[in-house]
T-cell receptor, first 115, second 114 residues
Framework: SQTIHQWPATLVQPVGSPLSLECTVEGTSNPNLYWYRQAAGRGLQLLFYSVGIGQISSEVPQNLSASRPQDRQFILSSKKLLLSDSGFYLC??????????????FGEGSWLTVV | QQPVQSPQAVILREGEDAVINCSSSKALYSVHWYRQKHGEAPVFLMILLKGGEQKGHEKISASFNEKKQQSSLYLTASQLSYSGTYFCGTDQAYSGAGSYQLTFGKGTKLSVIP
């Protein structure tokens, strides 16, 4: 069965510090990969998605970036965090090429507090 | 195009029923329902693909209308464990046709009280 792991689970970072969140998927190959952000009490905002190694699509212009160095690894980064970057970050995956709809499966999430 | 969910919030007593709606102005390829408990990641509940489809998951079921523009999630005889925020996610094509993402509604917060 497929599993998705992301880490760290929680982190508190000062403004202006860098960020790296990592996510890996097991039990599947060639997945679509996603990074979402959810502000407190708010909906799901798609930040980036990737359909293959090195292929990144950005949905929201910001000081965040994403990379996919391996097929099942997705990394979210920032060089300098802003207070507004605080939130719940979710990595997710879906099966590529299926006709069954783009069901998205989420990782456990990472709570980021920028102070 | 973001689907519209209603209501935004609902409070139920244990044993009561609720309906959550998800609507789009355009025909959809599929509708996905998720539940998110406080402080946790959203969990996939079910997917509906066909117009007129109905699907169940324990005491939680859903329907997709014939025009594929509206889906409803039905929670019957609600339990405390049903509390959370329910999201619908929609797509207008499958990934093989170049659609790679779901568009999520803003969510419906469901609170079940004793």
């Amino acid at each position: 069965s497929q599993t998705i792991h992301q880490w760290p689970a929680t982190l508190v970072q000062p403004v202006g510090s860098p960020l790296s969140l990592e996510c890996t998927v097991e039990g599947t190959s060639n997945p679509n990969l996603y990074w979402y952000r959810q502000a407190a009490g708010r909906g799901l905002q798609l930040l980036f998605y990737s359909v293959g190694i090195g292929q990144i699509s950005s949905e929201v212009p910001q000081n965040l970036s994403a990379s996919r160095p391996q097929d099942r690894q997705f990394i979210l980064s920032s060089k300098k965090l802003l207070l507004s970057d605080s939130g719940f970050y979710l990595c997710a995956w879906s099966v590529r090429g299926t006709q069954l709809g783009n069901t998205i499966y989420f990782g456990e999430g990472s709570w980021l507090t920028v102070v | 195009q973001q689907p519209v969910q209603s209501p935004q919030a609902v409070i139920l007593r244990e044993g009561e029923d609720a309906v959550i709606n998800c609507s789009s102005s355009k025909a959809l390829y599929s509708v996905h329902w998720y539940r998110q408990k406080h402080g946790e990641a959203p969990v996939f509940l079910m997917i509906l693909l066909k117009g007129g489809e109905q699907k169940g998951h324990e005491k939680i079921s859903a329907s997709f209308n014939e025009k594929k523009q509206q889906s409803s999630l039905y929670l019957t005889a609600s339990q405390l464990s049903y509390s959370g925020t329910y999201f619908c996610g929609t797509d207008q094509a499958y990934s093989g046709a170049g659609s790679y993402q779901l568009t999520f509604g803003k969510g419906t917060k469901l609170s079940v009280i004793p």
